[in-house]
């Protein structure tokens, strides 16, 4: 239906004159009643070469005067004019953004039917498979009213999408809503989506529990780290500090790459093999551990006495390491084990003691001979007897046992031990750190590096925090339950290349993890699945696709320079994700903290109510097809409605978002209720 004609052509708009028969903002079309005199709805034009112009108004203008005698012959002897923006074209029954001829003076101005909304916001990708869903009802269009919004399936999630807005302007419900009509698909008998919600807030269990009504073919999981238990709702989360790679616990621990990298490493590798000799299950690990420590003092005191030119100096330093080594043996040696190898351990730190005697600023070398004497030449270590002379001591070798005499050592045995090597995800006991650290610190001091212990005090302290703090109870676990990444994410996700399908829906609830936890929680757990993805090969790259929804994404993939992890994952999904089938969904209130990689790379935008300018501008900045006008239509929306823009749609589109039954829990507080509602006191009376 014709409803007037174009008087003016620009480059971004055009002026149509309403006819005079055009009385109301609204027209009857076989039953339809449709509204084009309101801001935003749709109109079109035909171009010269018979392509239809779609266009949207933006203003509407009513004029008094002489000008309409001038259009009397074009029947235009209205008052009224429409402004309306070309938008894209309608070209052999297929959308495409922009206007390549634009329509000519006094072209027709006709109505945009239902019948037109469907043929331009369809993408016509073919035949639909039996049994294949390929679209999912986000609401209604604002433009035009009463008209139902269809998103394409395969369009919305196999890119990056962004949902941003302010809070409160309806992002958790528009999150809800699309994950119940993925998950509502009640006809589909094997349902496949596998989601992971960072849930910051703890709003998803009440929109997605048991009231959601989901698909009974998939499972639904809920997750909360620092729990003792399960209850009702969630499940114990925990995220295995052994899986966690050399960067990340740098990161963790706030540790400078260049400097204190190799000493973590070799923290981690002591580790190892603490746990490995006490965990051997041959009967001999007290054995092997007092072994094993009195090789490394005797590496150490070879060090000093090497290194070190004044007898004076080099005695002060080797008391020092050998006292330093009795009180970390003391504090991880308990009392079950045998009274025969700690008398032999503390003989030997005795004898090491007494070796390190001074006389009138000399020592005679008694300290360089002895160690010597160590170490076992042959298969059967002997028993190194320390004696006294009248200026030094000296050490010599028995095969009984005398008092004070301990084993020599078996270095054989020792180089087993020190060949044990942490593979990335194998299990250590991070009881032993604080001894590694202790070791190591030594061994470092013993080469003269004796201001060590000042350049790590921050990366102590960090530690304590692992080691003591509740905020990271998640993280230790006591027993080795996950083999390695793989079977992590088989248990905890259901992520496996086996054909079962298990824990669809999956939401970790990390509303009671502090800011440091959670971006280590959410970048580990990210960079496995990352992993996980990358070793796929050929069509299985494609297959079992995962979406990772991240709420409130600003708080981890903030785009300064103080966030904890180094390395962004996120960044590094963000850019190569999509070849991984691995795609993310963010959320976030401050689009002007997000990493601008993060936010660049995604492909579709879902933007509620924006009022901060800041927020505003770098989204113009960041998006390259972000146009000004978008910038009103943003902030005029309210609660619930979004600008949807992106692969997934044709052309941008203003949406009232479904509401989701049942809702997350992310409502306003009502004061006047809580305050002055005496029913509500009663009512809490009675039920308490």
């Not at 009248?390 to 031990?417: K, M, P």
């Amino acid at each position: 239906m014709k409803i007037g004609k174009i008087i003016s052509v620009e480059y971004d708009k055009f002026r149509v004159r309403l006819f005079h028969t055009t009385r109301n903002s609204t027209v009857n079309i076989d039953g339809t009643v449709y509204y084009f005199g309101n801001i935003g709805s749709y109109l079109k034009t035909l171009n010269s070469s018979g392509e239809y112009v779609l266009c949207e108004v933006v203003s509407i203008v009513d004029w008094v005067g002489k000008e309409n005698q001038v259009y009397s012959t074009y029947n235009l002897d209205s008052s009224r004019e429409i402004i309306i923006k070309p938008i894209g074209t309608l070209i052999h029954e297929k959308f495409c953004m922009g206007v390549g001829i634009f329509p000519s003076l006094y072209s027709d101005v006709e109505i945009v039917t239902f019948n037109d909304l469907d043929l331009i916001l369809s993408y016509n990708d073919g035949c639909p498979l039996e049994g294949v869903h390929s679209s999912i009802f986000i609401g209604t269009s604002k433009n035009l009213i009463n008209y139902s919004i269809e998103l394409d399936i395969n369009r919305l999630f196999n890119i990056h999408s962004a949902i941003l807005g302010n809070s409160g302007s309806g992002k958790s419900n528009t999150i809800a809503h699309i994950l119940h009509e993925v998950y509502r698909k009640h006809d589909n008998e094997a349902i496949g989506a596998k989601t992971i919600i960072f849930d910051a807030n703890g709003e998803y269990p009440m929109a997605l529990g048991a009231e959601a009504n989901l698909n009974n073919k998939m499972e639904s999981v809920f997750y909360k780290p620092n729990m003792c238990e399960a209850n009702g709702v969630h499940k114990r989360f925990v995220l295995p500090y052994y899986l966690m790679n050399l960067d990340e616990w740098l990161s963790f621990l706030m540790a400078s790459e260049r400097t204190q990298k190799p000493f973590w490493d070799r923290v981690l590798q002591e580790s190892y093999k603490f746990y490995k000799i006490f965990n051997t299950n041959n009967g001999t690990e007290a054995g092997q551990f007092a072994n094993y420590i009195k090789w490394k003092l005797r590496q150490m005191l070879f060090n000093i006495v090497s290194r070190i030119d004044s007898d004076t100096s080099k005695m002060t330093a080797a008391k020092g390491a050998i006292a330093m080594l009795r009180q970390t043996c003391n504090s991880n040696l308990g009392d079950d084990v045998d009274k025969d190898v700690l008398a032999d351990l503390s003989n030997f730190l005795n004898a090491c003691n007494d070796l390190c005697v001074i006389n009138f600023g000399n020592n005679n070398d008694s300290l360089s001979n002895a160690l010597n004497q160590f170490t076992a030449i042959e298969d059967a270590p002997k028993y190194v007897c320390i004696t006294k002379h009248r200026d030094h001591y000296e050490a010599s070798l028995s095969d009984t046992i005398t008092e004070g005499a301990f084993r020599q050592i078996d270095e054989n045995e020792a180089i087993s031990v020190d060949q044990n090597k942490l593979m990335p995800g194998s299990y250590f006991d991070y009881h032993y750190l604080r001894t590694a650290v202790d070791m190591v610190l030594l061994e470092e001091e013993s080469r003269g590096n004796i201001h060590i212990r000042d350049f790590i005090s921050t990366l102590m302290s960090r530690l304590d925090f692992f080691l003591f703090n509740p905020e990271c109870s998640f993280m230790r676990i006591d027993t080795p339950d996950y083999q390695d990444y793989n079977d992590y994410l088989k248990k905890m996700f259901g992520i496996s290349d086996s054909e079962e399908k298990s824990k669809q829906l999956i939401t970790i609830d990390s509303s009671e993890v502090g800011t440091d936890a959670l971006e280590l929680m959410t970048s580990v757990v990210s960079r496995m699945i990352f992993d996980y993805r990358k070793h796929k090969f050929g069509v299985s790259r494609q297959q079992k696709p995962i979406h990772l929804i991240l709420d409130e994404a600003h708080r981890y993939i903030r785009k300064d320079a103080d966030y904890i992890m180094r390395e962004n994952i996120f960044e590094k999904i963000a850019r190569e994700g999509r070849k991984y089938s691995l795609y993310l969904i963010i959320s976030s209130q401050r689009p002007s903290e997000l990493s601008q990689t993060v936010l660049s790379q995604c492909g579709n935008y879902i933007v509620h109510r924006i009022q901060n300018e800041v927020d505003m501008k770098y989204i113009y900045s960041v998006l390259p097809y972000f146009s000004e006008d978008y910038i009103t239509k943003i902030k005029q929306a309210v609660p619930g409605e979004a600008l949807i823009f992106g692969n997934c749609v044709p052309m941008p589109i203003m949406v009232k978002i479904k509401e989701a039954e049942p809702a997350p829990n992310s409502k306003n507080c009502d004061i006047k209720m809580e305050w002055f509602n005496k029913d509500k006191d009663n009512t809490n009376k009675q039920n308490g």
